[in-house]
């Protein structure tokens, strides 16, 4: 029970790491400033949580 | 403090309205009310503050994002396409089978995860789609689609609301299957009826002609399996709780996209439509951070208790005449955070008071998500609109159509509030 | 210190002096106590009537039917309601009522004397419940033993007046018991 | 917007979001990482942690201090745990009170002080909490983390659709499964907070412990406060402690609660039912727990004063009363260590010949005179060897 819980902890990050690296790329393509200034705000939670920091 | 308080609301309102003014977003403009909420409480910018209010809807945002992707790559295989061709071909001579049975499908989601979201995501454009075939308006079926997800929201055996009321009351969840499922099956049913019955039948060689052909190779079974893991994934974590790891709801719909990924007759490019999905969902999950974000200034500066305060020391009968307004604006203020915020005092108040607290928070319960389609937030409305690719305007048709079952749903509910020691009978198992 | 020990003892005395003007009963034992509202006052009673030398048996859920040919000659019901736990975990006031309303109705057939108590305090003086609980025993009552922090705002003097049912009161737990000896004529 | 505009309003994004991400990371990870100090008291013959009881828990998060001050005489043997919720100081405060100045005449005393040391390295999202409050002492100030009511999601994630509790399989919210006081008794297998309640009763099993007591803080607005809860194993002697202590030490009342049978999961219910042990709850004022507080702040949490929980007492709306003066941490904590006293107080004289003597732990009344802080410790003039870190 124990290895598989560690893989579903584990695929909860990639998850977040993978929404991340979509958000970042919007952020670098995006040509609106105001979504740049959103996704920005959106991607911090995802950064701090896959760095396991909160 | 009170003046204090008053002051930060005062300032939320003002920054709001003026970044609106210079055509901000709504996101922006309530990330920046928070901001100079938080400037004028703190004398600085408590960036530790800003940062943990992110948080608030993390779980939730993924379990939006996930459903999205699970129900886009159905819709990529033709998956979403076969199913309404097989109901049309099944139902058409129906109508009020159909209706019925269409109910039934919305109301499944919502029930099992509690997300009003997860049902406009998953089979929204299923059903809509059947719906506008059917005759129904595209304004009247988004209806449909967006008070029904409510109802499932609300329906049991998952109600978030009354859940997370009842976890700060310290009252156990037991006992409010049966009033949240007279609520919201009636709810739902009056919606879809009052919305759907009129129409003109369908005339199936017409619409075989117009629907999109799903591939040659689907079948049940492949649209089938994919729907029936994550079913089987949710029933076994609660017929098994003590055997069943705990996947959480998120990866439930990532297995269950996985599955539809293998089984879809076409070659999907998987990391496309994820990209897709996200980007169609960062409006969604950007309202909720905002929000998350807001409410965490709110709660530092005392202008969240200001609030609470204000509901709970209104006289009882008053409450009964205007938590149908208070419930719904606070649901589309704060999401789910009302359910502590506002629920667990209101809870308090009326078991005080010689009221049956299951009932009172089942009517509740069904009450918040009817405001999923309020501003500032309107997550589950906003949802609809971008699932359906509604081209009406929002308030004048959108919101004006939902208003006559919104009512009677509310009506409802105040009775259940009112008459909650009468109907005490129904709380049961 | 000295001055308010003094003062404690003088109102004390005053206080388990006074009787209203309705006379009091003698109760006899052993008495049954019960709880209308599932609160723990009836354990309390039961524990100072231990210590006071009072024959006393618990039973928070007593019926009528346990009244039934048994021996009891005094029930004692305790008022106010236990806040632990809402809904399913909660207590069902609307049983409560039935079964305390029954019981009472049978004691009084059966020729005990009933004795309301309410010895926990405000903290059983709430809610609606609390309300109702007092609501249901008071009346029905022969004589009342009430905690003086019960009655702050004096509702159990007016309302025993009004009812005409005699009250004896006490300000500390542990003077309670010689409420009761009195209650009981124990010496 | 032209393109180069555009660039710079990326750029300064860019630096303003990575300045946040900064200055909160390095918030959050000080917070999680803070390390609490305790003076072992006299009586402190060992401190074993949470995992020599339950290896899984070994050098995790959750290996808390397990602190065993024995008398060497054979007596009762109490378990008193704070920090099952570190939203509520009072109790993990009164837990080390306990900690450092009990000295052990007969019987054994075990005390936890961080029960759930996951849910102490965060605060909760939304609720704006201090990550920090600190105590003075008459040495300096003492500073402690201010935690959450549940399990930091780091240490357990993700949360099920809905919790099933285990053994009763009863429904409940679906963060409650990161709730130390609703997974009792736990699973050997379960969920990281059901390991950590399994952890702990394996502590009561195999120290034999005849009494467990669980310190808590509530909000105002809830029934249930300044009292004691009860398993129907403990009735008696909680019933007689409040009454005495209500007579004797406390202004206001404490009252108790029957534990009750159909809701699960909290310690005065299952670990009376799955141990020997007579299981106790206290809970004590915190208005800064009610949902219609005010200003959120470190001085709310210490000092217990907040005009909009009085205003809600005003329209009848509280469980307990609030008067200016508020419920300062000295009242709560005094009500905390004098109830544990009365309560082995009246265990001894229903247990002849099986008592547990306890010394030195000041009551209700000392601590309102001389503070909190008072009976704590200055390291820096202790001996190493008698330092912990919670």
Same mark, same amino acid.
Not at chain 4, 379 to 390: C, G, H, L, Q, V
């Given at each position: 029970m124990g290895i598989i819980n560690s893989i579903i902890e584990f695929s909860y990050y990639l998850i977040s790491a993978f929404i991340a690296f979509i958000l970042l790329r919007e952020i670098v393509k995006t040509k609106d400033a105001q979504e740049a200034v959103l996704y920005s705000v959106i991607?911090?939670?995802?950064?701090l949580r896959i760095l396991r920091i909160k | 403090m009170f003046l204090h308080a008053g002051i930060v609301l005062i300032i939320i309102a003002v920054t709001f309205a003026v970044g609106t003014y210079f055509k901000l977003g709504i996101e922006l403009a309530m990330l920046l009310s928070a901001l100079a909420a938080a400037i004028y409480h703190t004398g600085g910018v408590p960036v530790r503050h800003l940062v943990e209010g992110a948080f608030t809807y993390y779980d939730v945002s993924l379990i939006f994002i996930t459903a999205t992707l699970f129900i886009n790559l159905v819709k990529e295989s033709g998956g979403i396409a076969f199913m309404v061709r097989k109901i049309i071909i099944r139902f058409h001579e129906h109508r009020y089978l159909t209706l019925l049975f269409l109910t039934f499908v919305l109301m499944i989601p919502g029930a099992l995860t509690g997300a009003g979201a997860a049902t406009v995501l998953t089979v929204g454009t299923l059903v809509g789609t059947v719906l506008i075939y059917m005759g129904i308006s595209e304004t009247r079926t988004a209806a449909i689609i967006f008070l029904c997800a409510s109802m499932s929201a609300a329906a049991p055996p998952i109600n978030l609301w009354a859940m997370m009321a009842a976890a700060g009351a310290n009252m156990p969840y037991v006992g409010f299957m049966q009033p949240l499922l007279v609520i919201t099956v009636i709810g739902a049913l009056f919606t879809m009826f009052f919305l759907g019955a009129k129409g003109e039948n369908p005339e199936l060689d017409k619409i075989l002609k117009e629907l999109p052909v799903p591939p040659e190779k689907m079948n049940w079974t492949r649209v089938g399996t994919p729907f029936l893991i994550l079913i089987v994934l949710i029933v076994a974590g609660r017929l098994f709780p003590f055997k069943m790891?705990?996947?959480?709801?998120?990866?439930?719909? @990532? &297995? $269950?996209?996985l599955a539809m990924f293998i089984l879809s007759p076409k070659k999907l490019n998987i990391l496309n439509i994820a990209g897709k999905t996200i980007r169609s969902l960062i409006p969604l999950v950007g309202i909720m951070i905002?929000?998350?974000?807001?409410?965490?200034?709110?709660?530092?500066?005392?202008?969240?208790? @200001? &609030? $609470?305060?204000?509901?709970?020391?209104?006289?009882v009968w008053f409450l009964f005449a205007s938590l149908f307004i208070i419930l719904p604006v606070s649901e589309g203020l704060l999401q789910y955070a009302v359910a502590p915020l506002l629920g667990v005092p209101l809870i308090f108040l009326f078991n005080m008071k010689g009221f049956n607290p299951v009932i009172i928070l089942s009517a509740m319960a069904v009450m918040w998500p009817i405001g999923d389609i309020l501003p500032p937030t309107a997550v589950v409305g906003r949802a609809t609109v971008i699932e359906l690719d509604y081209s009406g305007r929002y308030y004048k048709d959108f919101l004006k159509t939902c208003l006559i079952p919104m009512a009677f749903i509310l009506a409802l509910c105040t009775i259940f509030l009112v008459f909650s020691n009468q109907l005490s009978f129904l709380v049961g198992g | 210190m000295f001055k308010k020990i003094l003062l404690l003892t003088v109102v004390t005395i005053f206080t388990l002096s006074f009787i209203t003007s309705a006379a009091l009963p003698v109760f006899e034992q052993p008495a049954v106590v019960t709880t209308c509202g599932q609160s723990p006052g009836a354990l309390m009673v039961k524990m100072i009537?231990?210590?006071?030398?009072?024959?006393?048996?618990q039973k928070d859920l007593l019926t009528a039917a346990d009244l039934e040919g048994s021996n009891y000659k005094t029930l004692i019901v305790t008022m106010g309601t236990s806040g632990k736990g809402m809904g399913a975990a909660g207590t069902n006031m609307n049983q409560e009522a039935e079964r305390i309303n029954a019981l009472i109705k049978t004691a009084k057939e059966n020729g005990l004397k009933v004795l309301g108590a309410h010895i926990e305090g405000m903290s059983r003086r709430v809610d609606e419940n609390d309300a109702k609980s007092i609501e249901i025993v008071m009346p029905q009552s022969d004589a009342l033993i009430i905690k003086e922090s019960s009655n702050e705002d004096g509702f159990f003097t007016e309302k025993s007046e009004e009812l005409d049912i005699p009250a004896i009161y006490f300000d500390k737990n542990m003077e309670m018991g010689e409420a009761v000896k009195e209650l009981f004529d124990v010496q | 917007m032209s393109s180069k505009k555009l660039i710079i309003i990326k750029l300064l994004t860019a630096v303003l979001i990575i300045t946040a991400l900064v200055i909160s990371a390095r918030s959050f990870l000080a917070h999680r990482n803070y390390k609490e100090t305790v003076v072992a008291g006299p009586s402190v013959t060992e401190v074993k942690t949470l995992g020599d009881y339950f290896e899984p828990i070994k050098n995790t998060v959750a290996d808390c201090n397990i602190y065993i001050l024995d008398s060497g005489k054979p007596g009762a043997i109490f378990f008193v745990i704070g920090g099952t919720h570190p939203e509520e100081p009072a109790a993990n405060l009164s837990a080390e009170i306990l900690a450092e100045n009990a000295t052990l005449e007969k019987g054994k005393l075990i005390v936890a002080i961080r029960a759930n040391r996951s849910a102490s390295t965060v605060t909760r999202p939304g609720d704006a909490y201090p990550q920090f409050y600190t105590i003075k002492t008459d040495w300096g100030e003492k500073?402690?983390?201010?935690?959450?009511?549940?399990?930091?999601?780091?240490?357990?994630?993700?949360?099920?659709?809905?919790?099933?509790?285990?053994?009763?399989?009863?429904?409940?919210?679906?963060?409650?499964?990161?709730?130390?006081?609703?997974?009792?008794?736990?699973k050997k297998d379960g969920s990281f907070t059901e390991q950590v309640n399994y952890a702990f009763m394996q502590i009561i099993k195999q120290e034999k412990v005849d009494l467990f007591i669980d310190f808590h803080e509530a909000e105002l607005e809830y029934p249930v406060i300044s009292t004691i809860v009860a398993h129907e194993s403990g009735r008696n002697i909680a019933a007689m402690a409040s009454m005495m202590l209500t007579d004797m030490e406390f202004e206001k009342p404490i009252s108790m609660e029957f534990s009750p049978k159909s809701l699960h999961g909290l310690s005065h219910r299952e670990v009376g039912d799955y141990s020997d042990a007579i299981s106790l709850l206290f809970e004590?004022?915190?208005?800064?727990?009610?949902?219609?507080?005010?200003?959120?702040?470190?001085?709310?949490?210490?000092?217990?004063?907040?005009?909009?929980?009085?205003?809600?007492?005003?329209?009848?709306?509280?469980?307990?009363?609030?008067?200016?003066?508020?419920?300062?941490?000295?009242?709560?904590?005094?009500?905390?260590?004098?109830?544990?006293?009365?309560?082995?107080?009246?265990?001894?004289?229903?247990?002849?010949?099986?008592e547990i003597k306890i010394k030195n732990v000041p009551k209700y009344a000392e601590i309102i005179k001389n503070g909190v802080g008072h009976y704590f410790k200055n390291?820096?003039?202790?001996?190493?060897?008698?330092?912990?870190?919670?």
């Open positions: 991607i911090i939670p995802f950064i | 790891p705990i996947l959480g709801l998120p990866l439930m719909f @990532l &297995i $269950s996209a905002v929000v998350g974000i807001l409410i965490q200034i709110m709660a530092l500066s005392g202008a969240r208790g @200001l &609030i $609470s305060l204000a509901v709970v020391t209104l006289p | 009537c231990q210590q006071a030398g009072v024959e006393c048996e | 500073k402690y983390r201010m935690g959450d009511r549940w399990t930091n999601p780091l240490d357990s994630w993700p949360d099920p659709e809905v919790y099933v509790h285990y053994p009763s399989k009863q429904m409940l919210a679906y963060m409650d499964i990161r709730n130390f006081n609703r997974t009792w008794p736990g004590t004022p915190e208005p800064f727990l009610d949902r219609v507080r005010g200003i959120t702040d470190e001085h709310l949490l210490l000092e217990g004063k907040d005009p909009f929980v009085q205003r809600a007492g005003e329209f009848g709306l509280l469980y307990e009363t609030i008067d200016e003066d508020g419920w300062p941490i000295e009242v709560r904590v005094g009500r905390h260590c004098s109830t544990a006293l009365m309560v082995a107080q009246i265990w001894n004289q229903m247990n002849p010949g099986k390291p820096a003039n202790m001996d190493s060897d008698r330092i912990y870190y919670e």
